[in-house]
């Protein structure tokens, strides 16, 4: 084994080697009239919400509970998941340690801590939080907030917001009110505003006769819930569409159209979950048509395997387009502010039907896999997403722009095929050094250790 010194002088030595790299490799980029200190300043502006769900499969600590039920399973039983809020909070940061940037931490109403009472989801208040908010306030986070809308008895027909029962309906809409107050309890508490994101399960297994009724009563348990306005600088609402789940195959009352059509007609965030669509479609194809007509909408990442499976992000070819889709569309706030005619980085996007004064895209990860190591997983996903993000902040928009608007597609294409072998690893680990988080696979060493330290023992 090396010693100190030695691993010490390696470590120096790595870092040279590192920070030649990127100088080369920044050189290179700058060919294509690409600004990398540019694009590294902007990557750090961005924050990812990590969700509480992947460190205990989606369990919580609801003083009584049911089993998952809603269309969600987890499969797996890696040794080591969290069993207490402290246990997830300790979980959280050694993932956040290892990420580079500045993220958020996403918060389902089942994470509750109630001191061992029991407390009826319509009953919750931020007190219930609090843990989570001093949490949150020690490690810089901004907070997500989601009501909980399934494990449960009073959802164990597959039916909350849109059920034909009134008393139950108006448990779920208390819920949510309970919810959209907690959340703006989060976001005046830390200065950042909370989204708290609407899902629910409803549906059917087989083939409904009646597929207005539910949605109707869901788009009036809607209004309910939002009839009472909060600042958006405390909390911004948000409804998620799904395709289908297991136990809701032939419908699902919150689909996609239905919405889209009520976050247009009352101005909230819609949902895109990219595991939450039919196998052939793309939610990259689909940001710039929704945020033309709304002005934020709420990003909600995984990788579907032939289903809604919300396996674990990697880069693959749909994530860095929907990375793109949010750069070259100018959907981030310093994007927004970029001048017209600045082509060494990228052109905003025109203005549209709504303007563009705010920043329009918020990202956050869902995926639950609990047969590999769960904090491994968060920290796979995010630095996976960042990856995305950063190959999109590094793409010659204003070249690719140039060729498009002379109609000039073979020029296009060739670029686009060109800057795919452009060294973006020599980059990645630089802003990975300048962050002070493990460069390469290293993570995983610090990973292996907190296994042997921390997750055995459980």
């Keep these: 084994m090396a010693s100190s010194t030695t691993f010490g002088l390696e470590i120096m030595i790595n870092e040279e080697r590192i920070t030649q790299s990127y100088e080369l490799s920044k050189e290179r980029y700058q060919e294509w009239g690409v600004d990398v200190d540019l ?7 961005v924050p990812i919400s990590l969700h509480c769900w992947q460190g205990d499969d989606v369990g919580g600590f609801e003083s009584a509970g049911e089993e998952l039920g809603g269309g969600l399973a987890v499969t797996g039983n890696y040794p080591g998941k969290a069993r207490t809020p402290d246990e997830l909070r300790q979980d959280a940061e050694k993932a956040l340690s290892l990420i580079p940037g500045t993220h958020r931490f996403n918060l389902h109403a089942s994470y509750a801590e109630t001191g061992g009472k029991k407390t009826e989801r319509n ?26 809308f399934f494990s449960h008895p009073l959802a164990s027909d597959g039916f909350t917001l849109s059920s034909a029962d009134r008393g139950k309906r108006q448990f779920w809409i208390e819920h949510a009110i309970a919810c959209r107050k907690i959340g703006a309890a989060m976001g005046q508490a830390l200065g950042v505003p909370c989204i708290t994101n609407i899902w629910i399960p409803d549906g059917s297994k ?54 889209l059509g009520y976050s247009v007609a009352r101005q909230i965030l819609p949902c895109l979950d990219t595991g939450h669509f039919h196998p052939t479609e793309v939610i990259s194809d689909k940001i710039s048509s929704v945020l033309a007509w709304v002005d934020e909408i709420l990003l909600h990442l995984s990788r579907g395997i032939r289903w809604d499976s919300d396996h674990v992000v990697t880069v693959t070819g749909e994530l860095l387009a929907i990375m793109q889709e949010i750069v070259r569309g100018g959907f981030l706030v310093w994007a927004a502010s970029q001048p017209q005619n600045d082509v060494s980085t990228f052109q905003a996007a025109p ?31 995010a630095r996976g997403a960042i990856k995305g993000l950063f190959m999109a902040l590094l ?34 680990d630089f802003y990975c050094l300048q962050s002070n988080v493990p460069i390469g696979t290293a993570w995983l060493d610090a990973i292996k250790q907190y296994e042997r330290e921390v997750l055995s023992m459980r």
């Design 123 to 148: 009953e919750l208040e931020p007190a219930h939080f609090q843990g989570w908010i001093d949490w949150a306030r020690e490690h810089g986070l901004g907070l997500d907030f989601n009501p909980t």
């Design 39 to 45: 694009a590294l300043e902007r990557l750090a502006s």
């Design 351 to 381: 203005s549209g039907p709504r303007n563009q004064t705010l920043e329009r895209v918020h990202i956050g990860l869902d995926f639950f896999d609990a047969s590999i190591n769960r904090v491994a997983a968060w920290v796979i996903g």
């Design 395 to 428: 793409e010659p928009i204003g070249l690719l722009q140039n060729a498009e608007t002379a109609y000039d597609y073979t020029a296009r294409l060739a670029y686009q095929e060109e800057i795919k072998t452009l060294p973006f690893g020599a980059v990645w």
């Design 206 to 259: 087989d083939i409904p006769v009646d597929r207005k009724g539910p949605r109707t009563r869901l788009a009036e348990s809607l209004d309910a819930i939002f009839a009472e306005p909060i600042p958006k600088e405390h909390n911004r609402d948000a409804v998620e569409s799904k395709l289908f789940g297991i136990g809701s195959e032939s419908y699902v009352v919150g689909s996609h159209e239905f919405y």
